[in-house]
C-alpha cells in the first residue's frame, strides 16, 4: 500500500516535492497519494500484491512521452477517476492489451466491492464511533454522485423487520457481532493499563487494520460499567472474505421443489385436499442457481444492486466470525488469538452474534405476520407446541442458524416421518397380538392345566414347588411379545433401517444442493488453539507451505491410547454395575419370596417381576450417574489427547462417549437377551452367583422376551423422560440464574427496561449439537435394536421426538443466544455411527428371533410331530427334574423348562432345532445385508432430476463467468500479471 505513495514521487528529489507542495500539482499529487493509500487498502494487498502495485505504477508514473510531472498528476487524477466512475478505459493512451486487461479486472474489481462505498468514509465523531479512530490518516471525500446506487425493490428475507437495536447509532450499519467486557468501578487509574487492557485495545487496533467498523455502548451496573463492543463487517470485507471462503451467491432463478415428500405427494395426487401439516410461512423460499462469489464478476449476480443486502445475515456473522477468531491480540506463538481465547483468558467476558430482535409479538404486531422478524416467525411457527404436527421451516431454519443446524433438524425430522411407519406397523402388530392372545394354543394348556405341571422351586432356601397354571396371566401377556406378528415386525425394522438410512442419503444430497453446500468442502483447517499452546515445535505445513505449531505424532500417540485404556476402564466399570445388578437382583429373591409368603401370598409368584423392575430403575439411576461422569472423563481425555483440528477433536470426543453409552445403556438388555438363564445350570446343577449360596437369576419363568420389555419400558421411556426434563429445566435454570445475578448487580436499576443486547447477554451461550445426535443415535439403538420385543418403541420414541423438536426449537429461539451459522452438507459421523448401529440391529434381531424367542421351537415342533394345535408342547418343553435333585433338594417330583432328559444331558432334538436356528441366523442375516448392498447398488445417493439440476447450475456459472471473461475480465488474466514490466515486457 506504501508502495505507490513512494511510487508517486517518481524518482523526483525531496527539494522538488517541497517547492510544490503550493501548486496546484501539488494538491493533485496529494491528493492522489491518499487515493492510492486507500485504494490499495482496501483491494488488501496481500490479496492482490501484482494488481495493487501495477495499478499504482499505472495511475501515478505511466504518462505518454512530452507530459510533465504536473500534467501527470492531472492525467493521474484523471485515470483514478475513470477507474472508479466506471467508464470502460478506451481512451487510454497505453494500449498495450495485456496492461488494458489489467486495467478492466482493477475497474471490476472496484465496482464489484463497492470501493466508492468505502473511499468516502465519516468523518470521526462522538467517542463512541470506533470505525475511524482520529489518529488514522485523513481521508478525501469524492463527490456523492459517485455513490448512487439504486437500491433493490425487494429486501432479503433476513433483513426484514429487523429491531433497531440490531444496528449502529446511525441505523444504517448491521451489527454482525458484539464483543463485551466489564470495568469494575473499583479499578483505580492505575489499573487501566494492565496486561489485560493492553490486549483489549491491541486486539481492537487490529480490527480496525482490518476494516473492522465499531461502535461502543456502555450500560453501567452498581459496582461496574459493562462495554458492548458492536462490529460491523463492511461490504469490501465481506466480499474478500465471501471469495476467500467459497461462499456461493445466485445467478439465476430457479424452481424450488417441495422437501416433504408427503407434500409433494399431496399436492400431485390430491391437490384438492388441505394438508393439516402445511404451514403458510410469511416468507416463501426461493430457489436460486447459484456459482461460487468472485469479486470480478459481483455484477452478474442477483442482488448486486444493494451492496449492503446482498450477503445474507447468516453470511455476516459467518464472516465476522472468521474475522474475529484468527485476529491476534497478543504473542502468536502464545495462541494469543481470536475471542474464544480472549474469554478464557479473562480479557472479555463475552463474544456473540445477536438475534434479529424480540421473539415476543406486541399487539400491533400480533395479528399481522408480515411484520414479524424471522426469529418471531420461527417463535409462532416452529417453538410453538401447538404446532407439534406441522412441517418444520427448514428453509428458514437455515437461512437464520445456518447450514449444520438446518441439516440436524432436516434429519431429526426425517427420522421422526420414517417413525410413524415404524410406529403404524408396531401398533397393528400389538393389535393383532391383542386379538390373538386368547387364540393361543399353548397358554390354554398353562392355564387349563391346574396341579399338573408343578415346577422346581425358584431359590435354593425357603422357596417352593409352585403350579405353572399359576402364571396364566403372565403367559397370556408375555404373548403380546412373542408372537409370530412381533418375529414379523423384528424383521421388518432390520429392513427398515437399511431403507432409512439409504434414503436419507438421498434427502441428505437434496438438501445440500438446495441449500448451496453440495460442493462444500472444509478447507484446511486451522490447528486449535490448545493444540498450539500445547506444542513443543514447529514444521511446515506440508498444505499451506506456512510454518505452523506441531505436536509429536509420538507423544499424540501415547496420549490416545491412554485414553483408549481409560475407555476400556471405564466399560469394565460398565460391566461391574451390571453385574451388581445381577447379584442384587439374585440375593433379593429370597426375602422377597419370604416376605410375599408371609404376607402377601397373593404376590409370591410376582416376586422375579418386582426384583426385575426394581433392578431396572437402579440401572437407570446408574446410567444417568456414570453418563455424566464418563462425559466428563472423556472430554477432558480427548483434550488432553491433543487434536491439531477442531474436526478431529469432535470425532475423537463422538467416538469415545458413543462407545461408552453403547455399553453403559444396552448392557443390561444385551444381558437378559443373550446371557441371563443361559449359565444358570438345571434342577442338580445349578450355577451359584459369584461364590454366593444364591443361584445364579434365571428370566421370569423363562421368557426372557418379556423380560426384556419391562427392561426396555422402564430404562428407554425413564431415560427419555429424565433427558426432557434435564434439556427443559437446564436453559430455564440457567437463565434465572445470569438474569438474578445480572439484576443483582445492577441494583437500583434492576427494574428498569434492557436493550436486547444487555438481555441477550444474560442468556447461556448456544449449545453445540453434540448431545442432541447423540440422544436420537442411542434412541435409534433402542428402537432397532430390541424391536422383536418391544414392537412399541417407535410409538415412544415418536412421542419423544415430536416434544424434542419443539423443545429444542424453542431453546434455539427464546433461550440461548444465537449460535454461529456454520456449513455443512451432511450429518458427519453420526451416519456412520447410525450404519453401524443398523447392522448390529439386523444380526441382533436374528439372534433375538433364533434363539431368544420361542417362535422357532414352535414351529420345528409342529414340523417334527406335526400337532398343528400344539398338543403336547408343554409336556415336552418342560422335562422332570433329575432323579438326583429330589434327594439334595429335599422336594416331591418337579419340572423344569429344557429340552434335556432324566440324566439332566441334552437331547437329540435340542441339537436339531440348535442347527435349524443358526441356519435361520445366517440366512435372515445374509438376506437383509444383499438387500441393503443392492439398495445401494442399484438406488443412486443423488435422485436424477438433483443430478440434471446440479449439472444444469454449473452449465450457468461457467456461462457467467465466461460472459465476464468474453469482457477482458479474466482470472488468469489477473493472476497473471507477475510476467509483465512496466512496459509490457518480462
Avoid at 442477483?302 to 465476522?320: C, S
Amino acid at each position: 500500500a506504501t508502495g505507490g505513495a513512494a511510487a508517486a514521487a517518481g524518482g523526483q528529489a525531496a527539494n522538488e516535492r517541497a517547492q510544490s507542495e503550493h501548486t496546484e500539482s501539488g494538491r493533485r499529487r496529494r491528493t492522489l497519494r491518499e487515493l492510492e493509500r486507500t485504494v490499495n487498502n482496501k483491494l488488501d494487498v496481500t490479496r492482490f500484491p501484482s494488481t495493487t502495485s501495477y495499478v499504482s505504477r499505472w495511475v501515478s508514473h505511466s504518462h505518454p512521452r512530452g507530459e510533465t510531472r504536473d500534467d501527470c498528476a492531472v492525467c493521474s487524477e484523471q485515470r483514478l477517476h475513470t477507474l472508479i466512475h466506471g467508464d470502460q478505459c478506451t481512451d487510454l493512451k497505453y494500449n498495450n492489451p495485456k496492461i488494458r486487461r489489467h486495467l478492466l479486472a482493477l475497474q471490476n474489481r472496484i465496482q464489484s466491492a463497492e470501493l466508492v462505498h468505502q473511499i468516502s468514509v465519516d468523518k470521526p465523531g462522538s467517542a463512541k464511533d470506533l470505525a475511524h479512530p482520529p489518529n488514522q490518516h485523513q481521508t478525501i471525500e469524492l463527490n456523492e454522485t459517485y455513490f448512487q446506487e439504486e437500491v433493490a425493490p425487494n429486501v432479503p428475507v433476513s433483513y426484514r423487520n429487523l429491531s433497531p437495536d440490531v444496528y449502529f447509532s446511525d441505523q444504517a450499519r448491521k451489527v454482525d457481532f458484539v464483543l463485551a467486557y466489564e470495568v469494575m468501578k473499583s479499578e483505580s487509574k492505575e489499573d487501566k493499563n494492565t496486561k489485560k487492557v493492553l490486549l483489549r485495545d491491541q486486539y481492537f487496533d487490529n480490527l480496525h487494520a482490518k476494516g473492522i467498523h465499531m461502535e461502543e455502548e456502555v450500560v453501567e451496573k452498581q459496582d461496574k460499567w459493562v462495554h458492548y463492543l458492536k462490529v460491523h463487517v463492511p461490504f469490501d470485507v465481506l466480499a474478500l472474505y465471501a471469495e476467500d471462503l467459497n461462499l456461493r451467491a445466485p445467478v439465476e432463478v430457479s424452481s424450488a421443489e417441495e422437501l416433504q415428500w408427503s407434500l409433494a405427494v399431496q399436492q400431485r395426487w390430491l391437490p384438492f385436499l388441505p394438508n393439516p401439516m402445511y404451514s403458510h410461512l410469511p416468507y416463501q423460499y426461493q430457489a436460486f442457481f447459484s456459482a461460487p462469489f468472485r469479486i470480478d464478476c459481483f455484477y452478474k449476480f442477483i442482488g448486486h444492486e444493494d451492496p449492503e443486502t446482498f450477503f445474507q445475515i447468516r453470511h455476516r456473522i459467518r464472516i465476522a466470525h472468521e474475522i474475529l477468531v484468527t485476529t491476534a491480540y497478543g504473542d502468536r506463538k502464545k495462541c494469543e488469538v481470536g475471542y474464544d481465547r480472549m474469554v478464557q483468558d479473562g480479557v472479555i467476558s463475552a463474544a456473540f452474534p445477536l438475534h434479529d430482535g424480540p421473539y415476543e409479538l406486541d399487539e400491533e404486531r400480533a395479528h399481522d405476520c408480515k411484520l414479524w422478524n424471522s426469529r418471531q416467525v420461527l417463535k409462532f411457527f416452529w417453538a410453538n407446541p401447538r404446532q407439534w404436527f406441522k412441517y418444520q421451516p427448514l428453509d428458514l431454519i437455515r437461512d437464520y442458524y445456518g447450514e449444520k443446524t438446518g441439516i440436524y433438524f432436516a434429519w431429526l425430522g426425517f427420522y421422526t416421518g420414517w417413525l410413524l411407519l415404524a410406529t403404524l406397523v408396531g401398533l397393528l402388530v400389538v393389535i393383532a397380538s391383542f386379538a390373538t392372545m386368547f387364540d393361543n394354543p399353548v397358554a390354554d394348556q398353562i392355564c387349563g392345566s391346574g396341579d399338573q405341571f408343578l415346577m422346581c422351586p425358584q431359590c435354593d432356601f425357603g422357596c417352593e414347588t409352585w403350579a405353572l397354571s399359576d402364571t396364566c396371566y403372565y403367559v397370556r401377556v408375555a404373548y403380546l411379545f412373542d408372537n409370530g406378528y412381533t418375529i414379523f415386525f423384528g424383521a421388518f425394522i432390520s429392513f427398515w433401517s437399511v431403507f432409512f438410512l439409504e434414503f436419507w442419503k438421498r434427502t441428505n444430497a437434496t438438501l445440500a444442493y438446495r441449500w448451496d453446500v453440495h460442493d462444500f468442502q472444509p478447507q484446511e483447517e486451522r490447528p486449535r488453539s490448545q493444540y498450539i499452546l500445547k506444542s513443543r515445535e514447529e514444521r511446515e505445513n506440508p498444505i499451506t507451505g506456512q510454518t505452523e505449531a506441531y505436536f509429536s505424532e509420538k507423544s499424540q500417540g501415547l496420549r490416545i491410547v491412554a485414553g483408549i485404556t481409560t475407555l476400556l476402564f471405564m466399560m469394565m466399570v460398565v460391566i461391574i454395575f451390571v453385574i451388581g445388578v445381577v447379584i442384587y437382583r439374585s440375593l433379593i429373591m429370597q426375602p422377597l419370596h419370604k416376605l410375599a409368603t408371609e404376607e402377601y401370598d397373593w404376590a409370591s409368584n410376582y416376586t422375579p417381576l418386582i426384583a426385575v423392575a426394581t433392578g431396572a430403575l437402579l440401572q437407570v439411576i446408574l446410567i444417568q450417574i456414570s453418563g455424566l461422569i464418563y462425559t466428563f472423563v472423556a472430554e477432558t481425555l480427548t483434550e488432553w489427547e491433543t487434536h491439531r483440528t477442531e474436526n478431529e477433536h469432535e470425532n475423537h470426543l463422538a467416538f469415545k462417549i458413543f462407545v461408552f453409552q453403547f455399553l453403559n445403556q444396552y448392557s443390561s438388555v444385551l444381558y437378559v437377551a443373550f446371557f441371563k438363564g443361559r449359565f444358570s445350570g438345571y434342577p442338580g446343577q445349578y450355577t451359584s452367583a459369584f461364590g454366593s449360596d444364591a443361584r445364579l437369576e434365571q428370566c421370569t419363568n423363562n421368557d426372557c422376551l418379556m423380560e426384556m420389555a419391562q427392561n426396555l419400558v422402564i430404562i428407554f421411556v425413564g431415560k427419555q423422560i429424565a433427558n426432557n426434563a434435564i434439556e427443559i429445566g437446564k436453559p430455564v435454570l440457567m437463565k434465572f440464574l445470569n438474569t438474578w445475578l445480572a439484576g443483582k448487580g445492577a441494583g437500583e436499576d434492576a427494574d428498569l427496561p434492557k436493550s436486547q443486547i444487555e438481555k441477550e447477554h444474560i442468556l447461556p451461550p448456544c449449545p453445540d449439537l453434540f448431545e442432541e445426535y447423540l440422544e436420537m443415535v442411542l434412541q435409534f439403538g433402542f428402537v432397532t435394536i430390541f424391536s422383536c420385543s418391544f414392537p412399541l418403541a417407535p410409538f415412544f420414541a415418536l412421542l419423544n421426538n415430536f416434544i424434542e423438536v419443539r423443545v429444542d426449537a424453542n431453546k434455539y429461539v427464546c433461550q440461548v443466544r444465537r449460535g454461529i451459522p456454520e456449513r455443512a452438507n451432511s450429518i458427519g459421523i453420526w451416519y456412520e455411527l447410525l450404519a453401524a448401529i443398523s447392522r448390529v440391529a439386523v444380526i441382533c434381531n436374528a439372534f433375538l428371533i433364533s434363539f431368544t424367542s420361542d417362535f422357532l421351537n414352535k414351529v420345528m415342533y409342529r414340523r417334527i410331530f406335526g400337532h398343528d394345535n400344539m398338543e403336547g408342547y408343554i409336556e415336552h418343553s418342560y422335562p422332570f427334574a433329575p432323579d438326583q435333585y429330589y434327594t439334595d433338594a429335599n422336594v416331591t417330583q418337579c419340572r423344569y423348562k429344557g429340552l434335556r432328559d432324566e440324566t439332566g444331558s441334552l437331547t437329540i432334538y435340542y441339537w436339531k432345532l440348535f442347527a435349524f436356528k443358526l441356519v435361520f441366523l445366517l440366512l435372515f442375516e445374509h438376506l437383509v445385508i444383499v438387500i441393503g448392498i443392492m439398495i445401494d447398488m442399484f438406488v443412486p445417493d443423488v435422485p436424477g432430476a438433483l443430478d440434471l439440476k446440479i449439472k444444469r447450475e454449473q452449465f450457468i456459472a461457467k456461462q457467467t463467468f465466461s460472459k465476464a471473461a468474453a469482457a477482458g475480465i479474466s482470472n488468469d488474466q489477473v493472476n497473471d500479471l507477475e510476467s509483465f514490466s512496466d512496459g509490457g515486457t518480462r
